[in-house]
């Protein structure tokens, strides 16, 4: 028997709802009426089976990325395509760039099905963005994704060429081998996003600090893509030289990724302490999202 997704309408009536297995996804589009209806059918139609594709072809999915792939999924392929550029240097699976993949993909069906003035797919602080005409989009940052309140904000123009932004971290949904907080980073799609964001996160480290806690990623979930490598269960106290040192760390792998065009810039937050890269201004906001007006939470 096949197994449907959940497919609603959130309560404000504008956000629509689709969620299967660990796929959780919020999309809004903007545009006429039948414009935003023919979207959201797209969207819904796009995802029923979407999980079982990738489910087809997990094993080689959850393998370390390798120069040619032999996956045949859309989605899949565009997963491998993400990290592809850091497999030479690191170990990466396709599983890395998952979120920003999919929420491309629906936007993408989305997109095949109307013109929309506006759109973005959010899966999980993973985002997918369309911005037509003179549109542009506000995007709240957290300090943490486990904790609320926007701190800070971000604007992405119709002009940018970022359309996609990820965020990475320690206490995200998944594991970390570093020790930020939060890692955000801005790229011309969501794919790219997330497999830079990963990376990114992965650099923002102090190896060997007695105050930091790691553990097999394979004794706390058998399944796991990463295997037996250490994945970060807990930060003690860090003087402030110590997050300096982990924080640039992490910069100067932003500032490379960079250099290479691979993203367009990224936030990276460890201990209520911040780093800027790339030429997005990042605005400074009061702890409360209503603040923001038209955003969605990275």
């Not at 809004?28 to 414009?35: I, L, P, Q, T």
């Not at 904790?147 to 970022?162: E, F, K, S, Y």
């Not at 996003?193 to 979930?221: F, K, Y």
């Not at 030289?241 to 367009?264: K, P, Y």
């Amino acid at each position: 028997m096949t197994r449907l997704p959940q497919i609603a309408l959130l309560s404000d009536g504008r956000r629509l709802h689709l969620q299967d297995g660990p796929i959780d996804l919020v999309i809004e589009a903007r545009g006429r009426a039948d414009a935003v209806r023919a979207a959201y059918e797209a969207a819904a139609k796009r995802f029923t089976g979407l999980l079982d594709e990738l489910c087809a072809e997990l094993p080689e999915l959850r393998a370390a990325a390798e120069e040619r792939t032999s996956l045949r999924g859309v989605v899949a392929r565009r997963m491998h395509a993400a990290v592809a550029p850091f497999a030479a240097d690191c170990f990466i699976t396709p599983m890395a760039a998952v979120a920003g993949s999919v929420a491309e993909e629906i936007l993408g069906a989305m997109l095949g099905a109307a013109t929309l003035d506006q759109a973005y797919v959010n899966n999980g602080g993973d985002i997918a963005l369309h911005l037509g005409g003179c549109e542009h989009f506000s995007i709240g940052l957290m300090d943490r994704p486990d904790r609320g309140g926007v701190m800070r904000a971000l604007r992405v123009d119709a002009d940018d060429p970022v359309r996609g932004v990820a965020t990475s971290g320690r206490h995200g949904r998944s594991f970390s081998l570093g020790i930020a907080d939060a890692v955000t980073v801005l790229a011309a799609t969501a794919s790219q996003a997330d497999a830079a964001a990963t990376v990114i996160a992965n650099a923002v480290d102090m190896p060997g600090h007695p105050a930091i806690i790691r553990q097999p990623a394979s004794e706390l979930q058998p399944d796991s893509d990463l295997g037996p490598c250490l994945v970060t269960r807990d930060v003690g106290r860090l003087s402030h030289d110590e997050i300096a040192t982990a924080l640039e760390s992490g910069a100067e792998c932003a500032r490379q990724l960079f250099d290479r065009g691979l993203i367009e810039g990224a936030v990276l937050q460890l201990c209520g302490d911040m780093l800027v890269i790339g030429p997005k201004d990042i605005e400074r906001q009061e702890a409360r999202p209503g603040k923001l007006e038209n955003a969605v939470h990275a």
